[in-house]
């Protein structure tokens, strides 16, 4: 068990996550004596819970290369030889995400039809209750047409099973909405697109602004680009708090008015709160892995577990390989080249 | 004279700047008689200021290379062409971006030294008076190790003219800020950097949200990532924007509170207004452009011509030519390769 509040986030986000989902089990994998006394305190968790014991970890600055051949033993490593073994249906960590990539890919294997593994999370935009699913988030830095194109279906997937949209839209991040504009690849795979089984759902290109606007279900761009995307939101909304908070101290009257808006504040807070929005789906994997932010608490981890768990109640990786099948990019591909 | 409230913000907000920098003097290119009408209402304006008839414009639609090839007479390429002649330093448009690209790069030629020229806009951080230069925002969708390393060059020249910034410093945008993690040429021309004359100034990588935490004055990036980020940016701000008014609204007593705290979110507005951070410099040709943004009004376009007025009062392109005779990226290259 990785993450910077580790074992305590992650034993407590099981103990909510049990709450809203009773009939799940926990395996933890980690120091046994650690994750008894934690779990010592959850009487229900401690009843479903098992533990596999090993004192051998991943650190967060482990190369993910080396952590994947010289740490066979650590419970990044352990967990997901339960997902293998069909012990677990996921493995839920907040540890070192390079290494846990790495680790995952040799360990469950990449499904069939799938050329890249692809990390999906979704946002909240500015209509309430309507999210968008970006991805690639980092798993894969630069990306074909193809890939571009399987991501669409990936995503559209997620978008199904973990929030329940039946024809989820879906568009390629680009510097404009003009078809001419862009990178080769992404007009490359627009064409695949257009072409492809998803033609009616794909709406053509995004711009980084579109991802928050609430018209669009998934976008998709190369892990390079979501990464960096997702840390300017991140980065942008900070910055905004933060000169809010100045704002309410500059006068005592603002202050006042600070103090009549709480609760309002609160509920707005809530809303953007990036707990909510924790868990990057590692997608393509012939068994669940979700990456936990490594900085986040028991909510945070809780919802990341969540995710999981939709993903194995929603037989995730059965609807995407049935899509994947169907889907059929390689012909669309040949028949274009 | 292009853009959505063209020509007016245009005349509008060349008087604002009259106002700023009273030893200016304008060149407005278009149709005389509207143009005529709307300076007449400025007095010192009017003293000032030339105008170049023209009845052809560059559309939006226009496809750049059609433009350069066809629009010969258009207000932008006979804007461009003044700066070129010495009878302007710099032209300011909010028109068609790829047209004004395509056809500054043909009208003024690159400097020497520059392998491209890149786009660079300055915008508001976390920290009070500190602002990012962020390049490229969309002139080069891929970059070369040595396009970033320029990019270095011409961002901090930047900073240093157009902000007062004595020794900038720089970072390259990545995804991690370990040195192992990111593309291959963001890796290579942090290698060029630390070897460079920028050495001292060069502080590694940053991740996105670092272009808004006030600790870098110069963020180098591909034009694809820049242009993308930029947008995302924006949408985050509109969507937390939305979201604050949705919350003012909830209840009397928030409502209350909003009334209260009008002088404080009014100063935290002006703080973030796109428009104070309009104008995106097209750096590295022989002669200044700068690209307003379209949908602007006249304060938006003053800003925009206010950058050109820093960069021409700074000898901008001066101090530029000679960083990079200094800088001879080339021989590092060639010692390395």
């Known amino acids: 068990m990785g993450g910077d509040n580790a074992p305590n986030s992650v034993v407590d986000g099981a103990a909510i996550s049990l709450k809203q989902y009773p009939d799940i089990n926990f395996i933890f994998v980690g120091d046994k004596n650690k994750i008894e006394a934690l779990i010592a305190r959850h009487k229900k968790l401690a009843k479903i819970s098992k533990i596999i014991h090993t004192e051998e970890f991943v650190t967060a600055d482990d190369k993910p290369s080396i952590a994947l051949r010289k740490k066979r033993q650590s419970s990044m490593s352990l967990a997901i030889k339960a997902v293998a073994d069909g012990d677990a249906d996921c493995v839920v960590s907040a540890g070192n995400t390079g290494a846990l990539m790495l680790m995952a890919l040799f360990g469950l294997k990449t499904l069939p039809n799938v050329s890249r593994p692809a990390i999906a999370a979704y946002y909240p935009t500015m209509k309430k209750n309507q999210y968008t699913v970006l991805l690639d988030m980092g798993a894969n830095l630069q990306c074909s047409a193809k890939n571009l194109a399987e991501f669409a279906f990936l995503g559209t997937t997620f978008a199904q099973v973990v929030l329940g949209v039946k024809k989820p839209s879906v568009c390629l991040l680009n510097i404009g909405s003009e078809e001419m504009k862009g990178k080769d690849e992404i007009k490359e795979a627009a064409t695949l697109l257009s072409n492809s089984k998803l033609a009616g759902e794909f709406k053509g290109f995004a711009e980084g602004d579109n991802i928050m606007?609430?018209?669009?279900?998934?976008?998709?761009?190369?892990?390079?680009?979501?990464?960096?995307?997702?840390?300017?939101?991140?980065?942008?909304?900070?910055?905004i708090s933060s000169m809010l908070k100045e704002s309410f101290k500059?006068?005592?009257?603002?202050?006042?008015?600070?103090?009549?808006?709480l609760p309002a504040l609160y509920s707005l807070k809530r809303r953007i709160d990036p707990r909510l929005y924790n868990g990057g789906v590692f997608m393509g994997l012939k068994g669940l892995c979700v990456k936990s932010h490594g900085?986040?608490?028991?909510?945070?981890?809780?919802?990341?577990?969540?995710?999981?768990v939709k993903m194995s109640i929603g037989d995730f990786n059965k609807h995407l390989a049935e899509t994947l099948e169907k889907a059929n990019l390689d012909s669309i591909n040949n028949d274009k080249g």
């Open 250 to 261: 500059s006068s005592p009257l603002s202050w006042l008015g600070y103090l009549f808006m």
């Open 295 to 308: 900085g986040t608490d028991a909510l945070g981890f809780s919802n990341a577990i969540n995710v999981g």
């Open 213 to 239: 606007d609430g018209n669009v279900d998934v976008v998709v761009t190369d892990g390079f680009t979501g990464n960096v995307t997702l840390k300017a939101s991140e980065g942008t909304a900070k910055m």
